[in-house]
């Protein structure tokens, strides 16, 4: 009670000190608004009187308005209270005492659910995110007694099982490791465990056929044997979501070739493919049955032509009707559903912070207003276990940027290292200065921090020297392909690789204000492709591709062939400069004449550091290292074009790091020295004033946890 | 595969089972039988001539081969009945969008002075129902006018003999170079928005302002909905304005990359097909005549 009447009174007294011109008519309407709340008691009056001074195109009056018209709401138990003060937190940010107060109000409800007895607990991790990984998936559920969970074990490239209850895992798939796959070997990719625990359904790639849904079955105790389910030539993705309580059913999403995307159900027991839905080019996050089996709650985007918003779904499995759960201009994430099936729960940050939230469903129709549960969740969903706890992982990394000034002629650091980064730290990756040297560009994985995309749509951030300023845009893509995005020579837009909102596969031209893309070149879903960048007159396009239709992620593990192609744009005929058994690095000298790229050669156990004219000759040696030594890299050209920078790893583990500066006319190869680095492709870009390089330090690894929500039902049947 | 939605229709392979129905309007079989017979009926056209039939003849996909409609008294309006296949699924109705839902379309030609031309009150009293009832009566018959299970539906639910050779290089066109799929997307081929082809462009204006006339922004210019590619063979002539006889015009129209126009939509290029490809587009297209179901047929 003490924050609402310091909040009343001080609006009070503020609204008393404005004196009753002409020109402050909504000013005296405030007031008289309050002395109808407070001295007449008349709420709904007040109420009215409080709308028309929202409405009055005075944001700090709107805000105090609005904060008033919520109390009174609340006094008179109508939840719009509620919905009020989210939007005063969402809308008026600006506002500070009026958002303040707003916070409060809702912070208090959370306080009221957390005095509750809810209790919060991680149960696994953390863990390398390549050694395993839930999220990335959208598709991973846990057993309904809570004990079980599927994954995909990127260190062995097999399908598990990871018991909660005793910290084992079961692997029931045995297959390759990743690097020891060629581009023709198959792999398990997003899975879903059954409610009772006894089968997983799951995807299986293979890069000559597709998609396979396949089904094996956890009882017993050797590997298991697996079954197909479901195979068609025409769906070119497919993830399985969650399993009907009866275990008849797997709700999947697919994607058809065309591009349509679809969320239905698959018998389990003869894999027959009911389409239930399909939507333009864009899917659900997550789908989770209800637990009577009767619905699907799903999170979808709200508009087709943006990946910034959605709302929560509920479809009745039988096709008969949807009905909007969770709408507004918040972001909401579909988490699943309270065991008695009469809440459903989601993420959202209506509120201002990412939380988690419920609201009460009968008969497959939202009643009431949301409920506020938690805040500081992320969006990636296991589900909630039969006894109602929700279980969600969460992933998180120490990445940030770095910019020093260095003498490159003795190597040694002058100047710095400064971090340009002032928020959403320890996510910050891929810096690239712009040709003007104006600003410095980077990649803020804010999805990491939440889960709040499936495949990961980092923010590019801007940052300003000059000002200190940083800006962020919100690339309008719907898959943000990474190693290798680079500014355009004209330092308005970036060049990328990935997919547009209509999920068609190209590299695109970013623009640098608005985040649109506009294609260069558009190419099949089969093509691997990385590493775009243009020549220095913008005509000729240069990227890396594979022939083998495998992802980059193979690319990058070194299994794939590929080549580093030229394009022209005008006429849009290609030719391959080079071509290599792995995936090898390759970056396009400043003048665009030569290639700096790395040579392995077995036989004598070494790497090279070569330049390959890009009009054709003999490729020039310029570094030679032997095992443990490696590069990672090439990386960078220095502006003139003189030196290349790279960085060499010493040994095994890859914890020896250093930059060195490999002059291209023979020179003698000398340390830079800015202290430790962490390889991750290109990590560090020069400036064009030669003087300046901003690079990535912190763990190389991104780590990933689960965590489990217990005890958050009393709470949610309190505020009912 | 089909199945049941809500007990009343059979929904037929390649279309999904949930179509968006009012919660206020749901389908039931009388509604469904009244809105077949109200659909055929004169009554409903000031001189008794026409009825929704004479302009979405079941007969062309429920269009017409006229390529502007003719309403009462041989007038005519100023766009091509466009085809009434799988309008349940729709999300904005006339050329334009102008209509948010069907119970909202249905009553607009029977006002309209080129179509229809009665009052709502006198329609209401020539058929004996209020106009509530008219406008859920039609709305749930065209619900029920449905088209699926074509051979492109069987092929890609794995009857891999369903098309021709030519039709799947047709369909990978559609897909690929053609670029089709940013527009007609969806086992309904239809995105249910509004592009500028350059259709309506003619000698340096447009004929037609098309949906800016109801947004009233600037990019709207001359585009109209993307029309549903179901049953197109049956469905000549094409386009808003009905200005395209045949699908090899509708397929040369946009392998020159439309009209030029400064609005003209960004998906829309030169895709300079080979003559093949331009039989093989068309034969595609063709195999998306499936069955046509109305009513409770």
Known sequence: MKVTRMWIVASIAAALAISASAQRTPEVALRAAMETETVKGDLKGAIEQYKKVAQSGNRALAAQALVHMAECYQKLGDSEAQKIYERVVREFGDQKDAASAARAHLGRNEANATSAGMTSRRVWGPSPAMSWNFLDAAGATISGDGRLASYNDYTTGNLAVHDFSTGQDRYLTTWKRPEQRDQRTPYPQQSAVSRDGKLVAYTWFNPQKGYELRVTSLEGSGMPQSRLLLYNDDILLLKPNDWSPDGNWIAVQLQRKGGTQQMGLVSARDGSLRVLKSADWQSANRIFFSPDGKYLGFDAPVRQSSNDQRDVFILAVDGSREVPAVTGPSDDTMMGWSPDGKHLLFASD??????????????????????????????????????????????????????????????????????????????????????????????????????????????????????????????????????????????????????????????????????????????????????????????????????????????????????????????????????????????????????????????????????????????????????????????????????????????????????????????????????????????????????????????????????????????????? | MRLLLAAVLVIPLGLDLYMPVPEDNPLTVEKIELGRRLFNDRRLSRDSSVSCASCHDPQRGFSTAQPIAIGVLGRQGSRNAPALINRGYGHAFFWDGRAATLEEQVLKPIQDPNEMDLTLEEASARVKLDVTALSRSLASYIRSILSGDSPYDRFINGQRSALSAEQQMGLQLFRGKGNCTACHVGPNFTDEEFHNTGIAWRDGQYTDEGRFAISSIPRDHGAFKTPTLREVARTAPYMHDGSLATLEDVVEFYSQGGRPNPDLDSEIRPRNFKPEEKRALVAFLKCLSGKIQEGLR
């Open chain 1, 350 to 720: 209506r509120g201002g912070t990412l939380s988690l939230w419920g609201i009460s469903v009968t008969d497959g129709r939202p009643q009431g207003s949301p409920v506020l549960l938690k805040s500081g969740i992320s969006r990636g969903s296991l589900g909630v276990s039969n006894s109602g706890s929700l279980y969600s992982g969460i992933q998180f990394s120490d990445r940030d940027i770095q910019v020093a000034t260095v003498d490159f002629k003795t190597g040694k650091l002058v100047s710095g290292p400064i971090n340009p980064a002032k928020s959403f730290l320890g996510v910050n990756e891929y810096p690239e200065w712009s040709p003007d040297g104006k600003y410095l560009s980077y990649l803020s994985f804010h999805n990491r921090i939440d889960c709040s995309c499936t495949y990961g749509i980092p923010v590019l951030a801007i940052w300003s020297p000059e000002t200190g300023e940083t800006r962020e845009i919100q690339p309008k893509l719907s898959y943000f392909g990474v190693p290798g995005y680079n500014w355009a020579p004209d330092g308005r837009s970036f060049i990328v690789n990935g997919r547009d909102l209509k999920n068609r596969p190209g590299v695109y031209r970013l623009d640098a204000q608005t985040g649109d893309a506009t294609p260069l070149m558009m190419h099949e879903p089969s093509l691997a492709i990385d590493l775009p960048q243009l020549s220095p007159d913008g005509k000729r396009l240069y990227y890396r591709r594979n022939f083998s239709g495998i992802g980059s992620a193979q690319l990058r593990l070194g299994s794939a062939d590929s080549a580093f192609v030229e394009r022209d744009l005008a006429s849009g005929t290609e030719r391959e400069i080079i071509r290599r058994p792995n995936g090898f690095p390759a970056d396009l000298s400043p003048d665009g004449r030569f290639i700096a790229t790395t040579s392995n050669d077995e036989s004598t156990k070494s790497l090279t550091l070569v330049l390959i004219p890009v009009s054709g000759g003999e490729p020039r040696e310029l570094l030679r290292l032997s095992q443990p030594e490696r590069l990672f890299g090439p990386a960078s050209w220095t502006p003139d074009g003189n030196s290349i920078i790279v960085e060499k790893v010493r040994n095994d583990s890859l914890t020896d790091r250093e930059f060195l500066l490999v002059p291209v006319d023979g020179g003698q190869p000398r340390k830079i020295d800015v202290g430790p680095t962490i390889g991750l492709g290109p990590v560090q870009t020069v400036h064009p004033d030669g003087k300046q390089i901003a690079y990535v330090v912190g763990d190389s690894t991104v780590k990933q946890e689960v965590w489990v929500l217990e005890n958050f039902l009393p709470a949610l049947n309190a505020k009912k």
